[in-house]
């Protein structure tokens, strides 16, 4: 109580800028990829385990690699955690690729999955050639039947630029990340899931 009294005792401007200071920062996605070839799927329900980032690519920050090789945060902020939103991304697109009951862990249904589809990103970050680059292994373990299945990738999607020579913005790399997250459930479906 007493720290409200005394912001009211603020002038006004100071008051305003004060308020200004908490204001949300803006945050950046984009929106999925539509029209995606159907895959056929052996498992009628996939449960996708969230999917495991490294250190920098845990927090909110969107991370690029320069020409040395560092890896640094841009300032902008992604709109979603990152592992929780790609996670998501690809439940949702491989309901789309495979016409199956998908969902993120926790398995929200009463029935056992069939399968686990476990992804493990190493880079997840854009990259001074003007691409967002996903690298890792993702891990296929059915509950019954099928054989288990690990497979390595690498994946660069070109950024989009607004006009020649002007550098991407937060808005374009989030967009490149998502078409790589939808190359990468292509990838599960057609590796991991037939």
């Not at 929780?84 to 929200?108: F, K, M, N, S």
């Amino acid at each position: 109580m007493k720290r409200f009294l005394i912001s009211l005792a603020l002038p006004l401007p100071l008051a305003l800028g004060l308020v200004a200071c908490g204001a949300t920062e803006p945050r950046f996605d984009a929106p999925p990829v539509a029209g995606f070839d159907t895959v056929a799927s052996r498992y009628g329900r996939i449960e996708v385990v969230t999917v495991t980032l490294p250190v920098y690519g845990q927090g909110e920050e969107i991370h690029a690699r320069d020409k040395t090789g560092a890896i640094l945060p841009l300032g902008p902020l992604w709109a979603d955690e990152p592992g929780r939103e790609v996670t998501l991304q690809i439940a949702r697109d491989l309901d789309a690729i495979t016409g199956r009951l998908v969902a993120p862990e926790p398995w929200p249904f009463r029935d056992y999955p069939d399968v686990k589809v476990d992804v493990r990103l190493q880079d997840f970050y854009a990259t001074e050639r003007g691409t967002f680059r996903l690298a890792g292994q993702v891990f296929v373990a059915p509950e019954e039947g099928g054989p288990d299945r690990a497979k390595t990738f690498e994946i660069e999607t070109a950024i989009p630029v607004t006009k020649p020579g002007a550098k991407p913005g937060p808005a374009q790399i989030a967009a490149a990340r998502t078409a790589a997250v939808s190359q990468l459930s292509v990838f599960i479906a057609q590796n991991g899931l037939r």
